[in-house]
T-cell receptor, first 115, second 114 residues
Framework: GAVVSQHPSRVICKSGTSVKIECRSLDFQATTMFWYRQFPKQSLMLMATSNEGSKATYEQGVEKDKFLINHASLTLSTLTVTSAHPEDSSFYIC???????????FGPGTRLTVL | AQSVTQLDSHVSVSEGTPVLLRCNYSSSYSPSLFWYVQHPNKGLQLLLKYTSAATLVKGINGFEAEFKKSETSFHLTKPSAHMSDAAEYFCVVSRTGTASKLTFGTGTRLQVTL
């Protein structure tokens, strides 16, 4: 199956700083990628759809100025959490569909802890 | 519009006994249905998917699921549980033929005991 990677796998930062998370499709191109947030013992919540070459589409209630998404190439999307606060601590996961199929492949996730 | 209901938040089975994780869905479109597994602090791994072909779908690690349109169900089964099956399982629906948003169920935690 297709492989999606995320970097870093774990990050700890101080309150007020910004953190960038990368999502890469390693063996396929993805014009669209998705970013999710998962709180402990809960399901995944879609935050935004990342579109290569255009603006991301954010879900209702997600602050676009706080969660900056850039999809600069067909294999890379980045999520930057700006001015992070402890309530932003969470598990962030990206996914990408391979080709014209509707099957999405998930990255291994990034655990963000804001002190 | 689409939604997914996972009927059990927690299922506990003994090793070697059958596993049944229940999922019901609703969709205004022709649905694609998926089961993903998530081990602690890991991403999601695709177990199997239904995309309007055979209604009985076989996946990895001995899992299978049957699409029943009349019952709007897509239950996940395995004949014999293994300790390594202990994880969180998500039933997911999307619109067939599009790389569209996924709608997740709330998850079922499978516990496997000796």
């Amino acid at each position: 199956g297709a492989v999606v990677s995320q970097h870093p796998s774990r990050v700890i930062c101080k309150s007020g700083t910004s953190v960038k998370i990368e999502c890469r499709s390693l063996d396929f191109q993805a014009t669209t990628m998705f970013w999710y947030r998962q709180f402990p013992k809960q399901s995944l919540m879609l935050m935004a759809t990342s579109n290569e070459g255009s603006k991301a589409t954010y879900e209702q209630g997600v602050e676009k100025d706080k969660f900056l998404i850039n999809h600069a190439s067909l294999t890379l999307s980045t999520l930057t959490v700006t001015s992070a606060h402890p309530e932003d601590s969470s598990f962030y996961i990206c996914s990408a569909p391979q080709g014209s199929t509707d099957t999405q492949y998930f990255g291994p996730g990034t655990r963000l802890t804001v002190l | 519009a689409q939604s997914v209901t996972q009927l059990d938040s927690h299922v506990s089975v003994s090793e070697g006994t059958p596993v049944l994780l229940r999922c019901n869905y609703s969709s205004s479109y022709s649905p694609s249905l998926f089961w993903y597994v998530q081990h602690p602090n890991k991403g999601l791994q695709l177990l199997l998917k239904y995309t309007s072909a055979a209604t009985l779908v076989k996946g990895i690690n001995g899992f299978e699921a049957e699409f029943k349109k009349s019952e709007t169900s897509f239950h996940l089964t395995k004949p014999s549980a293994h300790m390594s099956d202990a994880a969180e399982y998500f039933c997911v629906v999307s619109r067939t033929g599009t790389a569209s948003k996924l709608t997740f169920g709330t998850g079922t935690r499978l516990q496997v005991t000796l």
